[in-house]
């Protein structure tokens, strides 16, 4: 990063540039404001130090012209008359920060640090979305939170690697998406993307399922066939719900992660596959590690790298944008919120996230009476949770007895036991429960 220091004191200019540059920045100075705007003009500079008070063009007035030439340009403004106001002025024209002379050189390193984290952030972004522009990726990446940014620049760091990804996260959250826009931003973008949902495997099938069998290998075997595997030689393979996989057959998926090898079921010769593999969970695998149901050498093996993807109600910012893409997606043009339904939907918790916001938007399309969606037209636990969230203790706490039972039945994709277990309560218990909230498995 590039960082330009503004300031008539020649030993202030000094001090501060062998500090920055014995950290390993790239300096430059100027004594003036015209000296500064001419060299911003020459050079792709990051981050300015200007000082507020300067003959000649003010502090203030290079800041705007600066903000004029570049609106992402990240400004420190330092003066020796420091007060409220002036810190309150300098921050509307766009500072990113202020600071008091004499400067504490520990405090500044640290401001410099967070605006270097956000400046690498914001290019990795740009290198995604611009991608996704040029390029033929069938995704819609949809949101403008600093949490979806950090996703993002994960991403675009991680697609270069060849390393194993863990990629965790509530149901509905997106996982698959980010899988699959790490495998388009790879250099194996080309090839195939092949995603297994192991939950939705039967246990028997499941060797089968990922390494293939031959011809009369059991019964059934009618014909031989690839496993998933294969099928992603030269891409990437997504496991899906990884938890799911039986232990018994963990010790072989481990050795076909490690050495790229696999042996079809009723074969005695292995075959080489060159996959890069991209695990995801909603379950806590560290949790079932302690617990003896998951492989610790596996665990580690699969977790080279991480990725969190976060709940939507941690990014409530990014509602509107995707309420927007899917009434555009599911609705008719001429189709739109109020202001007080959309109030009410941003509120919501969603603990279905991204997937349960777009089933609302698709049952509350459908069902709306007029071209204005308003809270009437929303489903009965959206108006319900808005309603409780305003009422008596009792039935606030209801409220949030409903949103653990819903989190837990999705997490567990509506299997009641898991998610009675989860809860700390017996089935019959939960069943009862869920009765009583007016709970129903969708569709």
Not at 75 to 95: E, H, Q, R, Y
Not at 188 to 201: H, L, M, S, T
Request: glycine share 8%.
């Amino acid at each position: 990063m590039k960082i330009l220091i503004v300031d008539d004191d020649p030993a202030q200019r000094e001090l501060l540039q062998g500090f920055l540059e014995n950290q390993g920045y790239s300096t430059l100075s100027a004594p003036d404001g015209q000296e500064a705007l001419r060299l911003f003009e020459r050079e792709p500079i990051h981050l300015v130090l200007l000082d507020h008070r300067m003959p000649g063009l003010s502090g203030d007035a290079v800041l705007e012209r600066l903000k004029e030439m570049n609106p992402k340009v990240r400004i420190i403004m330092i003066t020796a008359f420091g007060d409220i106001d002036t810190a309150v002025s300098v921050m509307k024209l766009g500072a990113s920060d202020f600071l008091e002379k004499p400067v504490d050189l520990s405090v500044l390193l640290k401001m410099i640090q967070q605006i270097e984290q956000a400046v690498n952030v914001e290019e990795d972004v740009a290198q995604v979305k611009e991608a996704l522009a040029d390029g033929p990726l069938p995704l819609n990446i949809i949101g403008e939170s600093r949490a979806i940014e950090d996703v993002l620049s994960l991403a675009r760091r991680m697609a270069g690697s060849p390393w194993p990804i863990l990629v965790c996260g509530e149901t509905g959250t997106g996982k698959q998406l980010a899988a699959h826009l790490i495998h388009l931003l790879s250099h194996r973008g080309d090839g195939p993307f092949v995603d297994v949902n192991c939950a939705a495997i039967p246990e028997t099938l499941f060797e089968s399922e990922l390494f293939g069998h031959l011809k009369g290998s059991f019964t059934g075997a009618s014909h031989t066939r690839r496993g998933r595997f294969e099928l992603a030689d030269g891409g990437t393979l997504m496991l899906d719900e990884i938890g799911e996989i039986p232990i018994s057959l963990q010790p072989k998926l481990l050795r076909a992660i490690q050495e790229g090898r696999i042996n079809p079921v009723g074969s005695e010769e292995e075959r080489d596959v060159n996959v890069r593999l991209i695990s995801a969970t909603n379950r806590n695998l560290r949790k079932m590690v302690d617990e003896g149901s998951f492989r610790e050498d596996l665990f580690y093996r699969i977790r080279v790298l991480e990725i969190e993807i976060p709940p939507l109600r941690h990014r409530r910012e990014d509602i509107p944008p995707l309420l927007e893409f899917f009434l555009k997606r599911y609705g008719s043009p001429s189709l739109r919120l109020s202001p007080e339904a959309e109030d009410t939907l941003i509120k919501y918790p969603f603990p279905g996230n991204v997937r349960e916001l777009e089933h609302v938007v698709q049952r509350t399309v459908t069902l709306a009476r007029g071209p204005v969606i308003t809270p009437a037209d929303l489903p009965d636990e959206i108006r319900h949770f808005q309603a409780t969230t305003q009422g008596t203790l009792e039935e606030r706490l209801e409220a949030v007895e409903r949103e653990m039972i819903l989190s837990a039945l999705e997490k567990n994709g509506w299997v009641q036991t898991r998610a009675a277990d989860q809860l700390g309560i017996s089935e019959r218990v939960l069943r009862y429960k869920m009765q009583k909230a007016g709970i129903r498995k969708p569709g």
